[in-house]
């Protein structure tokens, strides 16, 4: 018999990396050390059984927008790392963008870790950002431990966080390519947007067409070929464009997408007149153009599932379409959310965690992360996934208990959260390992 395990969690619906079976997964210090058959004779100094309720390795969420410190009172890091931790979450990657300063120099960056710094309950990890006239800073922020860097080709919608031009994206990606980073962007091109002409939706969606989406991707592709740089696209919302990034992967750009629950599972036509909780950028598309996202995902066009969780205070939320402002906050609910449309669709749970956890993980290189396996860090999650619930605004954790999903029944919830084997409570400051 086995002994000196600090935890063992059973279950006859365990999400491994060869698919779900019956298991027992025993920790040690904080990590995995053994995966045995459920029924296995462990001992350590608690045994939980889950019985049939399913256990997944902690989702890795790498599209966060905490906005602290700066601008603390749309979100920060306790509020958010609490509902990252509720929902399932136990690593997100903090985007560059609406804290102040933003992270475009190292020494934002030491800010940006201070600010954070005892105040996670999940770990946390950092992009950097590139904009013009930081080609400088990028090694910097680099050898500091971010995991890549973010770019917008179109306003980004604070002043302090520029877009890049051509020339700027080039200048951006030859020097990344040159330390082996990766470029993760924002892809809308600015020459297919307009503002808005009403305050309605059918205005906003029309002022932010798929044309926009298509160009700055084949942008982006373009320059990942010539300059050798590892790049990424965030939040794709046009399934349109996914045609366009097979034909630049076969051309040898290593370029690479994620999209997010809004995308999934909202639709254009089920936005509500004033429902300013739905806007984003890019928007949610219609019905035919959310089940091409699907098509994708299940095709593997699409690597990631993330929430672009971007929050504010509800105050600019209020007015029209064309004034308030773009974001959706869904860091607590991707897990049911996406469990719901999936399983309605014959995916099954090594879909969500490989979208939701392994992809995230292997994209932003944070090894030990997002999967059950042997020398992985002991991140679990119990999960119920027959469970049925209607999503109450005043559960969530977040700063601003602001959702599209309000009221809405989902199938699967969490139950039990695991952070190295223990509860969350006590996240990590991550950096890119060498």
């Not at 806007?279 to 066009?301: F, S, V, Y």
């Amino acid at each position: 018999m086995t002994q000196g395990y600090d935890l063992v969690v059973r279950s006859r619906r365990a999400v491994l990396p060869d698919g779900e079976r019956p298991a027992a997964v025993a920790v040690r210090e904080g990590r995995i050390a053994a995966v045995a058959v459920y029924d296995a004779p462990l001992t350590a100094r608690e045994d939980v059984d889950l019985g049939d309720r399913a256990l997944l390795p902690g989702l890795v969420d790498s599209h966060v927008h905490v906005n602290e410190p700066g601008r603390t009172e749309w979100e920060g890091f306790a509020t958010a790392t609490r509902a990252a931790a509720a929902g399932g979450v136990t690593t997100i990657v903090d985007m560059p963008l609406n804290a102040l300063p933003p992270t475009v120099t190292a020494g934002a960056l030491a800010v940006k870790r201070a600010a954070a710094e005892g105040r996670g309950a999940v770990d946390v990890g950092f992009w950097g950002g590139a904009v013009p006239g930081n080609r400088p800073e990028l090694r910097a922020l680099h050898d500091a431990g971010v995991y890549g860097f973010k770019c917008f080709l179109s306003p980004s919608g604070v002043e302090e966080f520029p877009a890049l031009d051509e020339a700027g994206l080039r200048e951006a990606m030859t020097e990344i390519a040159g330390f082996g980073g990766l470029l993760i962007a924002h892809a809308e091109d600015p020459g297919h947007l307009s503002e808005p002409g009403g305050p309605g939706y059918a205005e906003f969606l029309a002022s932010r067409p798929p044309e926009a989406e298509g160009a700055a991707i084949a942008r982006v592709a373009r320059l990942a070929a010539e300059t050798g740089c590892r790049a990424h696209i965030v939040h794709l919302s046009d399934a349109g464009s996914l045609p366009l990034l097979a034909e630049w992967r076969a051309r040898g750009a290593r370029i690479s997408a994620e999209t997010c629950p809004h995308y999934l599972t909202l639709t254009a036509e089920q936005v509500p007149e004033g429902g300013t909780e739905y806007k984003c950028c890019p928007p949610i598309r219609d019905a035919r153009n959310r089940e091409g996202l699907w098509r994708g995902l299940t095709d593997g066009l699409i690597g990631c599932v993330v929430s672009d969780h971007s929050p504010c205070v509800p105050e600019l939320k209020k007015g029209g379409f064309d004034t308030a402002w773009g974001g959706i906050s869904s860091l607590q609910l991707g897990l049911p959310v996406i469990w719901t449309a999936a399983r309605a669709r014959g995916h099954g749970l090594p879909d969500v965690a490989r979208w939701m956890a392994s992809g995230p993980a292997e994209l932003t290189g944070l090894t030990g992360k997002g999967r059950i396996a042997e020398g992985y860090d002991a991140d679990l999650v119990a999960f119920a996934p027959d469970r049925r619930f209607v999503v109450d605004p005043g559960a969530l954790r977040q700063r601003h208990p602001v959702t599209p999903y309000a009221g809405t029944t989902l199938t699967g919830a969490v139950e039990r959260v695991w952070l190295r084997g223990e509860a969350p409570g006590h996240g990590r400051l991550l950096r890119r390992r060498p």
